[in-house]
């Protein structure tokens, strides 16, 4: 059952990453809305993963 999830996550990443590329070339407005989801879920993936950096830094500072 994990397998299943990991390959629809996979499928989903890289139909994403799909739609971006359209949307670069002037897709249609489906393509763009996606890629608009696509980008706008990685930037908070980055912001969430800088923020678990930051508060692992701080408390190992702390010895």
Known sequence: MPVL???GVLA???GGCACVVWAERG???W???VAT???AAGELLR???KDRR???NRSSGDD
């Open 31 to 33: 393509a763009r809305a």
């Open 47 to 49: 912001r969430s993963e």
């Open 27 to 29: 897709g249609p407005r």
């Open 37 to 39: 989801v696509t980008l």
């Open 5 to 7: 999830v990991l390959l």
């Open 12 to 14: 989903l990443v890289i």
């Open 54 to 56: 930051r508060r692992l």
